[in-house]
């Protein structure tokens, strides 16, 4: 599905766009339409398309979303059940040793975190074994009747950490583009860590973010306001 929503700043765009839909906003895709732009005598509002596969809650189920419930790790039911064994019996045959139990819930999520001597290897080179870990443990949530239940899979805080590396990232090459005046190209990233370096740096006036390239691991090119796009 695809929608459009417009705000002030891109930031205020996407908070919208999940809230209306109902949505986290790592359910989602963003394409920036149309950036913010300084009229005559006004702002012009910034416009995004939203593209998701996930189930879009109706105007009444909206209202009643629940918090975060943090977890103490029990497990509340056989759809838990079943997941924390699945992904228990996948790292297994990946070789690894690892117990799995609930970080925390939510209404459309459900966190799980992985205990095991072998974190690192599980977590992989800039997470890329723990999102294909997770990506499985979706699709298996999916063939159990929850695919509106978005599986947010952790070990070792890496989520955190990687959250914040980000964020360090994303203000050390916006210096380095100001100082330049030119562009710089990041590695590809997944969906939500290229959605975090575009909401890091909206607001700062003089430098934009764009997304380039197909599939679900695009780059983030960060350039100078004011220099052609290339």
């Known amino acids: 599905m695809i929608y459009e929503f417009e705000g002030k700043t891109e930031k205020e765009a996407i ?64 759809f838990e059940q079943k997941l924390i064994s699945f992904i228990e019996e996948l790292i297994d045959r990946m070789g690894y040793k690892g117990k799995v139990s609930v970080l925390f819930r939510e209404q459309t999520k459900l966190g799980l975190k992985i205990d095991s001597e072998f974190s690192s290897i599980l977590i992989g080179k800039k997470g890329k074994n723990l999102d294909a870990i997770q990506m499985l443990a979706n ?3 999916g063939r159990l009747g929850r695919d509106n239940v978005k599986i947010i899979l952790d070990t070792e805080n890496y989520r ?15 210096d380095r583009v100001r100082e330049g005046r030119n562009s710089v190209l990041l590695e590809p990233m997944n969906p939500f860590d290229r959605r975090l370096i575009h909401t890091t740096l909206n607001d700062i006036s003089d430098v934009e973010t ?12 960060v350039y100078f306001r004011g220099t052609m796009q290339p």
Not at 39 to 63: C, M, W, Y
Request: proline share 2%; no cysteine; hydrophobic share 35%.
């Open 160 to 174: 955190i950490r990687r959250e914040e590396s980000l964020v360090r990232l994303a203000y050390t090459v916006a």
């Open 15 to 78: 908070e919208k766009a999940a809230s209306e839909l109902g949505l986290e906003k790592d359910d989602f895709d963003v394409e920036i339409l149309e950036s913010q732009r300084v009229g005559l005598f006004k702002k012009a509002p910034v416009r995004i398309k939203v593209h998701t596969n996930k189930q879009v809650l109706p105007e009444s189920s909206q209202d009643n979303r629940s918090s975060r419930q943090a977890a103490s790790g029990s497990v509340d039911n056989e």
């Open 210 to 221: 764009k997304s380039e390239g197909e599939g679900l691991y695009k780059q983030v090119r």
């Open 139 to 141: 699709i298996y949530a």
